[in-house]
């Protein structure tokens, strides 16, 4: 069975630091690139970075660069969203994603979720 699980989740602070992990199983990892999404709630799901293959290019949506890091684990099949200087706007469920062919950033476009985890940013 495939599956994406997103841990990591949690409470901090305003400059604070997270890291998620995504564990995939169920797939030939190293076939897909990877994205991570998140969703406040009355929004729509919003991109916040992805991955090729290989893991060799990494690309971010505005608001995170900087700030955010994704990378992946082809041996251990895991894909990490490292989230440094978090702002109160970072709140929201982040999503793990899966596609089997070239990273994109409609959310439209993965058909593999995870079931998501909750980050809260305080003020």
């Known amino acids: 069975q495939v599956q994406l699980l997103e841990t990591g989740g949690g409470l901090m602070q305003t400059g604070g630091s997270l890291r998620l992990s995504c564990a995939a199983s169920g797939l030939r990892f190293v076939n897909y690139a990877m994205a991570w999404f998140r969703q406040a709630p009355g929004k729509e799901r919003e991109f916040v970075g992805n991955?090729?293959?290989?893991?060799?290019?990494?690309f971010y949506t505005d608001s995170v660069k900087g700030r955010f890091t994704v990378s992946r684990d082809n041996a251990r099949n895991t894909f990490d969203l490292q989230m440094t200087n978090l702002k109160p706007d970072d709140t929201a469920v982040y999503y793990c994603a899966a596609r089997s062919g070239a990273p994109k950033i409609d959310p439209q476009e993965y058909l593999l979720w995870g079931q998501g985890t909750q980050v809260t940013v305080s003020s």
């Open positions: 991955i090729n293959y290989s893991g060799t290019t990494p």
